[in-house]
T-cell receptor
Framework: GQQLNQSPQSMFIQEGEDVSMNCTSS?????WLWYKQDPGEGPVLLIA?????ELTSNGRLTAQFGITRKDSFLNISASIPSDVGIYFC?????????????FGGGTRLMVKP | DGGITQSPKYLFRKEGQNVTLSCEQN?????MYWYRQDPGQGLRLIYY???????QKGDIAEGYSVSREKKESFPLTVTSAQKNPTAFYLC???????????FGPGTRLTVL
């Protein structure tokens, strides 16, 4: 099946620092989604991207749909303790695939107090 | 409030017993999904349903069964045939207008 490579797998950052993570695929994707999962909870949708080159912000979060349609990145500016959690990318590899999504392995974000 | 509910939050069962996890949504979504998440891992698709009375196997369907008798409900049964059932189970739904899936709070199943 389709594979999404998400990196880094985990990261420690200092409060106030900016964070960047990305997802790459060997195949073209039509949709990129970014989710955040708190411990013991379900993932919450942060940002949805539908067009190549699209740059979308949600508060301190910014995500971009790569021009090649094979990658996406998520930036978090001025991190705070509540940013702790696991961030997942997800993509839909082709049109009308029954809304099936392929998920990355997640980036675990830990903030130093 | 619109959303997806899963119950119970925590479930304990003895090995060899079947157990059914509940998933209900009031978002009027046609499609519903079940995922399994193991510690430190991503999400793996168990089953999905795009319409009432129809469902398809995902990547790891062995040892699981589902039904979709109502649009709002998509229960998952973990059978005794599932060799390693202890995991966090997530239900999701999506509408026809987009690819965005919305998740429930999850059920943590522990088989003793």
């Amino acid at each position: 099946g389709q594979q999404l490579n998400q990196s880094p797998q985990s990261m420690f950052i200092q409060e106030g620092e900016d964070v960047s993570m990305n997802c790459t695929s060997s195949s073209i994707f039509n949709t990129w989604l970014w989710y955040k999962q708190d411990p013991g909870e379900g993932p919450v949708l942060l940002i949805a991207l539908y067009k190549a080159g699209e740059l979308t912000s949600n508060g301190r979060l910014t995500a971009q749909f790569g021009i090649t349609r094979k990658d996406s990145f998520l930036n978090i500016s001025a991190s705070i303790p509540s940013d702790v959690g696991i961030y997942f990318c997800a993509g839909q590899p082709r049109i009308n695939a029954g809304n099936m999504l392929t998920f990355g392995g997640g980036t675990r974000l830990m903030v130093k107090p | 409030d619109g959303g997806i509910t899963q119950s119970p939050k925590y479930l304990f069962r003895k090995e060899g017993q079947n157990v059914t996890l509940s998933c209900e949504q009031n978002l009027n979504h046609d499609a519903m999904y079940w995922y399994r998440q193991d510690p430190g891992q991503g999400l793996r698709l168990i089953y999905y349903s795009q319409i009432v009375n129809d469902f398809q196997k995902g990547d790891i369907a062995e040892g699981y069964s589902v039904s979709r008798e109502k649009k709002e409900s998509f229960p998952l049964t973990v059978t005794s045939a599932q060799k390693n059932p202890t995991a966090f189970y997530l239900c999701a739904s999506s509408g026809t207008s987009g690819n965005e899936q919305f998740f429930g709070p999850g059920t943590r199943l522990t088989v003793l």
